[in-house]
């Protein structure tokens, strides 16, 4: 080999992705789906019938690895999740499949592995061009049944428990076994990820999807960089790097550890001013690690991210399963549950084709409000708020309630809030007040609309801007003058330069991602209320 050629092989190679959750991940590859290389040609006729066995088998244990799963979620109280996992298993059943695999095995020649993927392929591109969108959903779901099943041909697990896992996408059931052990994922598309994003997020887990189908070449357990705050994967990573990866991760769970540590200890400024700091969640795992950091509830349960493949709207037992084993997880602690923000980019496919969001969807199918309403109220008027999505106007709070108070039927009704994230809501800040028990600013949303940015773009939400700042204090003195607490829950609760200015500004709650529920509170004790007061001053002018 020339000195050149042995100088390129263990050179680092950088594959470019998007950015899709923060942090930095060093460790083996975890591939969830090999590129799987066609075959050079025919196999012999003599072994088709074995090969065409094999294809057989590897498919059937991909649909009992997701029944198991789906039975294991439901043992768990997750029977929403389950549901989505089992309709994976079902497609294994399917006869066009079937019948695909052995007309590719028998006739073509393919191997095993080759065929699976061809077969599952050319099944999920049928389904993407009907015209039904939940059925076109499910391609995703039977290239996820063809991943499994070609791991299994490869003698893998196929199985998202440990490593940095390397995909296609990630589909609900891969979401929903992700391991203790999983140090963060690199997709090659970046479509259909909100979910898994989020997710991710909300873990503390880095992301980078967008990579192209380069990153399907990487090995199982091959060294790898994941750089998620740059949307970088790093193949044979240089020792120096690796070692700052090292040294940032050491530094993250030492954190993590310190804020477990002091869990027990009141999130209070320097000057006394306290203030609750509670999580974003949509998840059973989210609100287990919110409670393990020290969160004192759930700030924003955000409960459309698991219907977002959803062919109609969720009925109330749907709401209840979702809801009831989160609530368990938070112990005693309580939830705000925001009403189903569906419209922009979570637009199920029931309702393609909108362009309301929030609430106002919501205040056009009158049972589905209904049905959510009654299954928030049923968990008790002391454990629960209920959060309004993309409020705009006082009659939109009025709506709700006089729904609410139909279905609590007597019970007392739990305490109702409305999002203040959108122009209109910040205009109409002190009507909705005095209808309202507490605001919940949304500043992803509200920076988004004020200053006319794309969200899944930006690269940085520009909540310092003054325009912004101003609207954040309109919302939060309409609130002081009806005597209602103000949380804000979205990024700038959380990020270094922006937290210090909502409190501030007088938030009395900080709704924060789960993973860093812990670093917050411990940020909050190192502030002084009155020099957070006196620097968001000057930048209002
Ligand atoms: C927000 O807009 O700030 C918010 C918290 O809501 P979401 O991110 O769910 O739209
Ligand atoms: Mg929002």
Redesign the pocket.
């Known amino acids: 080999m020339r000195p050149a050629d042995s100088a390129q092989s263990t050179a680092e190679h950088i594959l470019h992705g998007v950015r899709a959750a923060p942090g930095t991940a060093w460790g083996r590859a975890a591939v969830l789906q090999q590129h799987v290389r066609p075959d050079a040609r025919p196999i012999a006729v003599g072994r088709r019938e074995h090969e065409l066995g094999r294809a057989r088998a590897a498919l059937e244990a991909a649909a009992t690895d997701l029944e198991r799963l789906a039975a294991d979620l439901r043992a768990h109280d997750r029977s929403a999740e389950a549901d989505i996992v089992e309709t994976g298993a079902l497609m294994a059943e399917d006869p066009s499949l079937a019948a695909a695999i052995t007309a590719l095995v028998m006739s073509s020649g393919r191997g095993a592995s080759t065929a699976v993927v061809e077969a599952c392929e050319e099944f999920a591109s049928r389904l993407e061009q009907l015209p039904d969108p939940t059925l076109a959903l499910r391609a995703e779901d039977v290239r996820s049944l063809g991943r499994r099943a070609v791991a299994h041909l490869e003698g893998r697990s196929g199985r998202a428990t440990e490593g940095i896992l390397i995909a296609e996408s990630l589909g609900p059931a891969d979401i929903a076994e992700l391991g203790a052990g999983v140090l963060g994922a690199a997709l090659a598309r970046g479509g259909v990820t909100a979910h898994a994003a989020i997710v991710a997020r909300s873990l503390g887990l880095p992301m980078v999807v967008g990579l192209g189908p380069e990153v399907l070449e990487v090995r199982d357990g091959e060294e790898l960089v994941l750089d998620g705050d740059r949307g970088l994967v790093v193949r044979r990573p240089a020792g120096d790097r690796v070692d700052a990866v090292r040294a940032a991760a050491e530094a993250r769970a030492g954190a993590r550890a310190l804020a477990v540590a002091r869990r027990a200890q009141p999130a209070t400024t320097r000057d006394g001013r306290g203030v609750t700091v509670l999580a974003?969640a949509a998840s059973v795992a989210e609100a287990r690690e919110a409670v393990e950091q020290g969160a004192e509830g759930v700030g924003?349960l955000?409960t459309e991210l698991l219907f977002l493949d959803a062919a109609a709207w969720p009925v109330m037992a749907q709401h209840s399963r979702f809801l009831e084993p989160i609530l368990a997880a938070l112990e005693g602690r309580p939830a705000t549950v925001?009403l189903l923000?569906f419209g922009g980019d979570k637009t199920p496919p029931f309702l393609r084709g909108t362009h309301d969001r929030g609430v106002e969807l919501l205040l056009r199918a009158p049972q589905a409000l209904a049905d959510q309403l009654a299954a928030i109220a049923a968990i008790g008027a002391h454990r629960v708020r209920i959060l309004i999505?993309m409020v705009s106007s006082v009659e939109q709070v009025r709506a709700v309630r006089t729904a609410l108070s139909r279905v609590a039927a007597g019970a007392s009704s739990p305490p109702v809030g409305a999002?203040i994230?959108t122009r209109e809501a910040v205009a109409n800040a002190q009507a909705i007040a005095r209808e309202c028990d507490f605001f919940s600013?949304?500043?992803?949303?509200?920076t988004q609309q004020l200053l006319n940015i794309d969200r899944e773009r930006a690269i940085a939400a520009p909540v310092t801007d003054p325009r912004v700042l101003a609207s954040i204090d309109t919302a939060m003195r309409a609130a002081r003058a009806a005597g209602i607490p103000v949380d804000v829950?979205?990024?700038a609760a959380s990020d270094h330069d922006t937290m210090p200015l909502m409190v501030g500004l007088g938030a009395d709650e900080l709704s924060v991602a789960a993973a860093r529920v812990g670093e917050v509170r411990e940020l909050v004790r190192g502030l002084d209320f009155g020099e957070c007061a006196r620097t968001v001053g000057a930048l209002l002018g």
Not at 441 to 446: A, C, E, F, S, V
């Open positions: 974003n924003l955000r925001r923000d999505p999002m994230e600013i949304g500043t992803n949303d509200l829950c979205g990024e």
